[in-house]
């Protein structure tokens, strides 16, 4: 059985009794296994490590899947991120969304954001996604030369994420 | 904003938020709340181009430069990029950037105020980390200085927002709010009589983590504990400053100041013997590690919040803890020190100070 996290054979299987709805099984390497024991609770990459394996059971097949799993922005796949723990871009919590939904119900017990909006923008997921995927259109025309295409690719990307209201007109209460 | 700092100068000073002032600054060092913001257009920073990076170092900047007036007072930006590893260390020592920031590559920065109170770093784990640091408990204005600068950033630059997730960050677990309150705890009478694990054991079910200064994995060093939010969805950003700053804090300083009492009826002469000897041992060694230094100077803050030795004052034990470390000893030395001269050039330092005979390095 291969470990949860990488390639490595899994030596280690943690049972996990604290949490409610019974016993978790964990499969790690030994490298894994030590990481995991040693960070404890209060680290990030334990909290999704434990969220993860809870997700995901005991089936590999399943994560086999799950791993391939590539962004269609950035370029992430899923087992990147188990790796890791960082996603790769703004869309990955579009993409990956029924796969990070039981992961952030695990870390925060909720799934909604209750506070603050930002006052303005990008629109959709889906606008966000082309700005990303325009910007690295553009970094690749000046890498071979193809200035015109450079430009026209700036121009889109300046109008997309122009600012709604210019900077410096509103005073501010200052304390 | 004024590019790059001198370091030199920076070295002799501590921050505002390091003064030992503020309310319950007997036990609490500080408050420190922080927002994790990206931009809506690029990739998170593990996914960037060194173009990328670069692009949004530059992009912030020039931001941030049209907005600097009404930001803050004699802003300063850092590139971090060019630095020295000791100049680096030092920000690092200083609570002004994360260890993981001034480790990693590429394209970088921080920009800080002369109070040192406000910075934001830039390309660390996500594009923007903007954070406040108070001396004393002090959840609200901490609380809305880093929400003022925020929404000045947020005129200037376009934030990646989900509306059912809230400010997207590159962890699952800062997404939402982004929001982190921090308060760095001294808890020197729960270590001595040995509460600390209940502390932890009490914390973990309430949404908290507690860990040792600086938050560096199982350490913990001179009795010094960060209380912090674990969770960041799903709350209001009021919610989270609450569960910190009136549910937690306030439980733990009880809980510290009854150990205090107890020490001070139970074991006041044992207790007045160790910080007797604590400020012995730095007053009068020839080298010291900073580890030992440490765990002394925290003994001598304890005796002097429960009014066991009367000099010397607090602030000046609070400038010891940031100045003796390496980076800043080096700094004020002016030059790269083996581990062996740095300990004795530890203790000189430590003597110096304590034994009354100041210099001209303070004013
Ligand atoms: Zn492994
Ligand atoms: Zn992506």
Same mark, same amino acid.
């Given at each position: 059985?291969?470990?949860?996290?990488?390639?490595? #054979?899994?030596?280690?299987?943690? %049972?996990? +009794?604290?949490?409610?709805? =019974?016993?978790?099984?964990?499969? $790690?390497? !030994?490298?894994?296994?030590?990481?995991?024991?040693?960070?404890?609770?209060?680290? #990030?990459?334990?909290?999704?490590? %434990?969220? +993860?394996?809870?997700?995901? =059971?005991?089936?590999?097949?399943? $994560?086999? !899947?799950?791993?391939?799993?590539?962004?269609?922005?950035?370029?992430?796949?899923?087992?990147?991120?188990?790796?890791?723990?960082? +996603?790769?871009?703004?869309?990955?919590?579009?993409?990956?969304?029924?796969?990070?939904?039981?992961?952030?119900?695990?870390?925060?017990?909720?799934?909604?954001?209750?506070?603050?909006?930002?006052?303005?923008?990008?629109?959709?997921?889906?606008?966000?996604?082309?700005?990303?995927?325009?910007?690295?259109?553009?970094?690749?025309?000046?890498?071979?030369?193809?200035?015109?295409?450079?430009?026209?690719?700036?121009?889109?990307?300046?109008?997309?994420?122009?600012p709604l209201n210019p900077p410096n007109t509103e005073t501010d209460d200052q304390s | 904003m004024?590019?790059?700092?001198?370091?030199?100068?920076?070295?002799?000073?501590?921050?505002?938020?390091?003064?030992?002032?503020?309310?319950?600054?007997?036990?609490?060092?500080?408050?420190?709340?922080?927002?994790?913001?990206?931009?809506?257009?690029?990739?998170?920073?593990?996914?960037?181009?060194?173009?990328?990076?670069?692009?949004?170092?530059?992009?912030?900047?020039?931001?941030?430069?049209?907005?600097?007036?009404?930001?803050?007072?004699?802003?300063?930006?850092?590139?971090?990029e060019p630095l020295s590893e000791i100049d680096r260390q030092l920000l690092v020592e200083r609570?002004?950037?994360?260890?993981?920031?001034?480790?990693?590559?590429?394209?970088?920065?921080?920009?800080?105020?002369?109070?040192?109170?406000?910075?934001?770093?830039?390309?660390?784990?996500?594009?923007?980390?903007?954070?406040?640091?108070?001396?004393?408990?002090?959840?609200?204005?901490?609380?809305?200085?880093?929400?003022?600068?925020?929404?000045?950033?947020?005129?200037?630059?376009?934030?990646?927002?989900?509306?059912?997730?809230?400010?997207?960050?590159?962890?699952?677990?800062?997404?939402?709010?982004?929001?982190?309150?921090?308060?760095?705890?001294?808890?020197?009478?729960?270590?001595?009589?040995?509460?600390?694990?209940?502390?932890?054991?009490?914390?973990?079910?309430?949404?908290?983590?507690?860990?040792?200064?600086?938050?560096?994995?199982?350490?913990?060093?001179?009795?010094?504990?960060?209380?912090?939010?674990?969770?960041?969805?799903?709350?209001?950003?009021?919610?989270?400053?609450?569960?910190?700053?009136?549910?937690?804090?306030?439980?733990?300083?009880?809980?510290?100041?009854?150990?205090?009492?107890?020490?001070?009826?139970?074991?006041?002469?044992?207790?007045?013997?160790?910080?007797?000897?604590?400020?012995?041992?730095?007053?009068?060694?020839?080298?010291?590690?900073?580890?030992?230094?440490?765990?002394?100077?925290?003994?001598?803050?304890?005796?002097?919040?429960?009014?066991?030795?009367?000099?010397p004052d607090v602030k000046i034990i609070n400038q010891l803890f940031l100045q003796s470390q390496?980076?800043?000893?080096?700094?004020?030395?002016?030059?790269?020190?083996?581990?062996?001269?740095?300990?004795?050039?530890?203790?000189?330092?430590?003597?110096?100070?304590?034994?009354?005979?100041?210099?001209?390095?303070?004013?």
């Amino acid at each position: 059985m291969k470990c949860q996290f990488c390639e490595k #054979p899994a030596t280690f299987h943690i %049972t996990e +009794l604290t949490e409610p709805t =019974g016993p978790q099984v964990m499969h $790690l390497c !030994e490298e894994h296994a030590k990481g995991f024991l040693h960070k404890g609770a209060s680290s #990030p990459m334990a909290a999704i490590a %434990t969220a +993860l394996a809870k997700q995901l =059971g005991q089936s590999g097949d399943d $994560l086999e !899947e799950l791993d391939q799993k590539e962004c269609p922005v950035c370029g992430i796949t899923f087992r990147e991120f188990r790796n890791s723990g960082r +996603l790769g871009c703004p869309y990955d919590y579009t993409h990956f969304e029924a796969d990070l939904r039981p992961l952030l119900i695990n870390v925060h017990d909720r799934t909604d954001h209750a506070g603050k909006h930002p006052q303005r923008s990008a629109g959709t997921a889906d606008s966000q996604a082309r700005m990303i995927k325009l910007r690295s259109e553009m970094e690749e025309a000046i890498k071979s030369e193809d200035y015109e295409r450079a430009s026209e690719l700036r121009d889109e990307l300046k109008n997309m994420a122009a600012p709604l209201n210019p900077p410096n007109t509103e005073t501010d209460d200052q304390s | 904003m004024k590019r790059d700092a001198d370091f030199e100068q920076l070295a002799r000073y501590t921050g505002e938020w390091m003064r030992g002032e503020g309310p319950e600054s007997d036990i609490v060092i500080s408050t420190r709340v922080r927002l994790a913001r990206n931009l809506a257009d690029f990739p998170f920073i593990r996914r960037c181009s060194d173009e990328d990076r670069l692009s949004i170092e530059r992009t912030v900047r020039s931001r941030m430069e049209t907005i600097a007036d009404r930001l803050w007072e004699s802003a300063q930006y850092v590139d971090l990029e060019p630095l020295s590893e000791i100049d680096r260390q030092l920000l690092v020592e200083r609570q002004l950037i994360s260890r993981e920031i001034a480790d990693s590559d590429g394209s970088r920065a921080v920009a800080f105020d002369a109070s040192e109170g406000y910075s934001v770093m830039i390309n660390e784990e996500d594009h923007l980390r903007i954070q406040v640091m108070r001396s004393g408990l002090d959840i609200e204005n901490t609380w809305k200085q880093v929400n003022r600068i925020d929404d000045m950033l947020e005129e200037v630059v376009l934030y990646a927002f989900h509306p059912r997730y809230g400010y997207l960050t590159a962890c699952p677990t800062n997404v939402g709010t982004g929001l982190r309150v921090s308060v760095m705890l001294h808890l020197p009478a729960l270590v001595i009589t040995e509460q600390m694990d209940r502390v932890f054991r009490s914390m973990q079910r309430i949404n908290v983590t507690v860990r040792g200064l600086y938050g560096e994995g199982s350490q913990y060093t001179g009795d010094f504990y960060q209380v912090s939010n674990q969770v960041t969805l799903g709350y209001t950003e009021s919610e989270l400053l609450d569960l910190v700053g009136k549910e937690v804090a306030p439980r733990i300083i009880e809980y510290e100041r009854k150990a205090r009492e107890a020490l001070l009826k139970n074991n006041r002469d044992d207790l007045h013997d160790e910080v007797s000897r604590a400020m012995g041992i730095l007053s009068t060694a020839r080298k010291i590690s900073s580890e030992e230094t440490m765990h002394h100077l925290s003994k001598i803050r304890l005796g002097i919040s429960m009014g066991l030795i009367d000099k010397p004052d607090v602030k000046i034990i609070n400038q010891l803890f940031l100045q003796s470390q390496s980076a800043h000893l080096q700094k004020l030395q002016g030059r790269i020190l083996g581990t062996a001269e740095r300990h004795a050039r530890r203790a000189s330092f430590l003597q110096q100070h304590l034994s009354g005979k100041d210099d001209a390095t303070w004013n």
